[in-house]
């Protein structure tokens, strides 16, 4: 094969901690997130580029990723959601470019070294810390430990339900991220605990709302629509690091705002069928 | 919700060492196989009992499964594979009971615990070793070590393929498992650290047939079958502990066999929409 697609889920940070290491591989974050039906398309075939949706763009860690897989890739990636909101398409593009140039170039990797690859490709670049593992597992990961697989232990939330977001524009990773991140981790180290103790997805919103707030992470716009949604007899967190509202069921539309449909994807990122 | 359904798909094991510990948890098997499209549904609501494509039926790792978790569940069961043919049912059925029996009964129990109460299951029975976490998984799964989640580490071959299977019949698990596997695991040891040097599709098709001839796992009707598929330029191996051989894209037909189309299920067993 000389081409090959991957799908990976997106994936909406709703609590995490930083943790910095010397080695990428054990560097990340732990947390809990929701990763969602919506994601990236990545097509990747012999040549040399990036585009998203058709233009052409350099996406750091995708850069980082085909350097150290040693690959001279044209990689397409297509996606309906936005960069910078809180989604993980800069994890999502770097874990299907891992998955696809596995395939189109036979480099004879397995999951978990692909896996890794990416991680570490996110974390040298500053775009994300956990978004790749969490979208490699799908459902309600929670990262229990920081790290590519081997390094962090990974674990799930078994639930299937639909839901909404709504988006309210971005946040720079790269700046959040670079800076002072002691009293987000405190914040995300307890809301990881007292989820582990009651793993349920009414917790994960629950403690994501609570955890914004402690982390300094929620702006009053955020604020006011998860308000609005309680409000209206629902429940809504918001993902990480963006200023993407997410509620379980319609509790958006209810709340009436317009919002984009989903649900909970179920399982991780895939290789799609071979042409 | 008081009744939830699960969708676990079948797992061909293909290289298995079994490695016994005091501890279940730890207890397994070693090996590689893969997940195909093909599985079990099953439904969890209150009541008690369990029947298999709508007959009443015990299947021991399922009542030992309802009993640790301390439910009183009515488990219906339905699939179109055979039991006792390599296709790891009773892992599956197992671990379908264990999603559905958490959603349906409320239990706020992880994925991770759910596979471990499955896998514990599994191996308290005799009735498998390692299919409950490949099933897990999905796709081509290596499972590097033995046991549940957290004991033993698992990785992938990614891979998409369309697959052919045709059973030949059945072996009983429980008196293969019972009997000495020293030499079993001898063997199964070697393919899978040969598996790790090079993980691809053809690696495992060709590792899973040494295998199964140097484990005495090789019955004469079985081989002339891969041999045929073999000489029609296919390739084929056999899943264990049955007779069901299974051949990349459309090998058995080629070599004139009647054989049921499949392919590799990407991902892992999951939990189904509620209703």
Redo the contacts between chains.
């Keep these: 094969m000389s081409r090959a697609v991957a799908f990976v889920p997106a994936h909406l940070s709703v609590i995490f901690s930083v943790h910095l290491a010397e080695d990428p591989r054990a560097a990340g974050s732990r947390g809990a997130g929701i990763v969602i039906d919506d994601g990236v398309y990545v097509t990747v075939s012999e040549g040399n580029g990036c585009t998203l949706n058709g233009e052409t763009r350099t996406i750091d860690p995708v850069d980082r990723l085909t350097d150290a897989l040693g690959v001279e890739a044209t990689v397409a990636i297509e996606t309906d959601l936005p960069l910078g909101q809180g989604f993980g398409i800069s994890g999502a593009a770097t874990l299907g470019t891992a998955?696809a140039a596995?395939?189109a170039f036979d480099l004879?990797?397995?999951?978990?070294?692909?896996i890794e690859a990416a991680h570490v490709a996110e974390v040298e670049a500053g775009t994300g810390l956990g978004d790749v593992v969490a979208q490699a597992r799908?459902?309600v990961p929670?990262r229990l430990d920081p790290g590519a697989?081997?390094y962090g232990?990974i674990?799930?939330?078994?639930?299937?339900?639909d839901l909404e977001y709504y988006s309210l524009g971005s946040i720079d990773t790269v700046d959040v991220l670079a800076g002072a991140t002691e009293s987000i981790s405190a914040a995300g180290d307890r809301a990881v605990e007292h989820l582990?103790a009651?793993?349920?997805l009414e917790a994960l919103f629950r403690l994501g709302v609570s955890f914004s707030r402690e982390a300094d992470l929620l702006p009053a716009d955020v604020a006011a629509v998860i308000e609005d949604v309680e409000a209206a007899g629902g429940r809504a967190c918001v993902g990480h690091l963006g200023k993407t509202v997410v509620a379980i069921d319609r509790g958006l539309s209810q709340a009436g705002y317009d919002a984009v449909p989903s649900?909970v994807y179920?399982?991780?990122a895939?290789?799609?069928?071979?042409e």
Tied chains: 1, 2.
């Design positions: 998955l596995n395939a004879a990797m397995t999951e978990n070294a692909l799908g459902g929670l697989p081997g232990m674990d799930a939330i078994p639930v299937r339900t582990q009651t793993p349920t649900a179920p399982t991780g895939a290789l799609l069928r071979g």
